[in-house]
């Protein structure tokens, strides 16, 4: 529980919203109890909560605030975007030059197309491969997230009494409400295990449209893909004639300035980004071949594509200063330095303290697991100790690092995270890992 003193202002706010806002918030992964946390200000590494609580801020809106909160110049380009009176609804020239950016830097984007959210873009590719190759159904992770499209909205999160065989996962639907073919047009493939993944592919290879995955597991804390995996659902996949998508919207721009596509070699057919893409202004793109995505050309192609928000002029003069910022790479150093001297201090303290637990990171993003072997995947991520990373949680709130409750969610840092946030993100952790050997004695 959390200390409630400090919270009076969110408890109260949190009472007030429940009037007007179903649970108090506008997205359920912000809802936790005993009350969501209301916050008024962010600035470089820094959170501020309704309470003036400070934080040292490992969430970073969900990933999206790659280069810190309030970044200078990227403010200045908006507060000038906002002067010009360009919004909305209109093709602004801007869009060209971010998307020659964005074309330059990303090995799979031949071809650009921008949309708003991580959702949207996954929702576009998803059709356009679709139209592409005239089949329909689509392989996704299993314990992946790709946004809340119906077709995607399988298996994120399975209960593993429902989830069947590792090596053959049951589609369990995310939601009630969803389109009344999901569970038969979606097919699930296990993280990591090549074998497994080419068999269920080769048995549905002429049904399947595309096969959606996230190359770094992020929405099960931080899992890596085994030397292999990758190159394998490359090889099957152009075999098969089935789009590969590699969805972006968390490993774009922190692992190399091409994404996870750089950073491992393989460029696929099809990408989303989103997130990191603007700082935190609502932005997201869908790349790909030529081919591919000439499907939504509005005089050749024959898929649909619009929105009124697309290309929205602020998010625009967001994107152009981040993605400027981040191709020459030093900021993924920096980030991937950050993550690999967490882990290390980390793994450094569970030994002194005798706490089975770990550190995985990626590209200065993290997630500590109670557990003594690797995660791997979904199965092996879920199984890890829910409880003793509960008391983690509240003892890193409690000394002032924001973090997210749930145990198989993704923390990191941003480049505005400097070393002296580091140690104390480090010695908040071995205070926490001090509770959890209190309370845990093992
Ligand atoms: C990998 C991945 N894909 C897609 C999405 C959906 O993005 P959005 O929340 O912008 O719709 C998310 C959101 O967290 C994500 O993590």
């Not at 639907?173 to 009344?180: F, I, P, R, T, V």
């Not at 303290?349 to 997630?367: N, S």
């Not at 946030?421 to 845990?440: G, W």
Request: glycine share 8%; aromatic share 10%; with cysteine.
């Amino acid at each position: 529980m959390m200390a409630s003193n400090r919270f009076l202002r969110s408890m109260e706010l949190f009472e007030i919203a429940n009037e007007y806002v179903v649970g108090g918030v506008h997205s359920n992964f912000r809802y936790r109890e005993p009350h969501p946390i209301y916050f008024s200000k962010a600035k470089g590494s820094r959170l501020w909560d309704a309470d003036g609580n400070e934080y040292i801020d490992c969430v970073i809106n969900m990933g999206a605030c790659i280069l810190g909160h309030g970044y200078p110049k990227i403010v200045d380009a908006v507060k000038k975007a906002l002067d010009n009176g360009l919004t909305v609804g209109l093709e602004p020239d801007i869009s060209i030059e971010v998307s020659k950016l964005l074309s330059r830097m990303v090995p799979s984007a031949e071809y650009v197309r921008f949309s708003n959210t991580g959702t949207e873009a996954v929702i576009h590719a998803i059709h356009i491969a679709r139209g592409f190759t005239g089949r329909y159904k689509i392989a996704k992770l299993e314990g992946g997230y790709n946004g809340w499209y119906d077709y995607v909205l399988v298996s994120g999160h399975p209960p593993l009494d429902k989830a069947g065989p590792p090596d053959e996962p049951t589609p369990v639907l995310g939601s009630a409400g969803l389109a009344k073919d999901v569970a038969e047009s979606v097919i699930i493939i296990p993280f990591n295990n090549i074998e497994a993944t080419e068999k269920i592919l080769s048995k549905h290879s002429d049904e399947l449209a595309a096969v959606i995955i996230e190359p770094v597991m992020f929405n099960v804390g931080c899992v890596l893909p085994k030397k292999g995996y990758l190159e394998a659902l490359r090889k099957i996949t152009h075999e098969y004639g089935i789009v590969l998508i590699f969805d972006e919207v968390i490993t774009g721009f922190r692992s190399a300035p091409g994404g996870a596509q750089e950073y491992f070699g393989i460029t696929p057919d099809m990408s989303v980004f989103g997130k990191a893409i603007a700082n935190g202004f609502a932005l997201s793109a869908v790349v790909g071949k030529r081919e591919i995505m000439e499907t939504v050309h509005p005089k050749r192609g024959k898929v649909a594509y619009a929105g009124t928000y697309n290309s929205n002029y602020i998010s625009l003069a967001a994107a152009k200063v981040t993605l400027e910022e981040l191709s020459d790479g030093k900021v993924q150093k920096y980030l991937h330095e950050a993550g690999a001297r967490l882990a290390k201090r980390f793994s450094e303290m569970t030994e002194e303290l005798g706490v089975k637990a770990r550190l995985q990171h990626f590209a200065g993003k993290f997630q500590v697991y109670f557990t003594d072997r690797e995660v791997v995947d979904y199965r092996t991520a879920v199984s890890c100790d829910s409880k003793k990373y509960s008391v983690f949680y509240e003892s890193m709130l409690n000394s002032g690092i924001f973090m997210l409750p749930s145990y198989t969610i993704h923390h990191g840092v941003t480049a505005a995270h400097t070393e002296q946030d580091l140690e104390s993100i480090a010695s908040a952790m071995r205070n926490a890992l001090i509770e959890v050997k209190k309370r845990f004695p093992d």
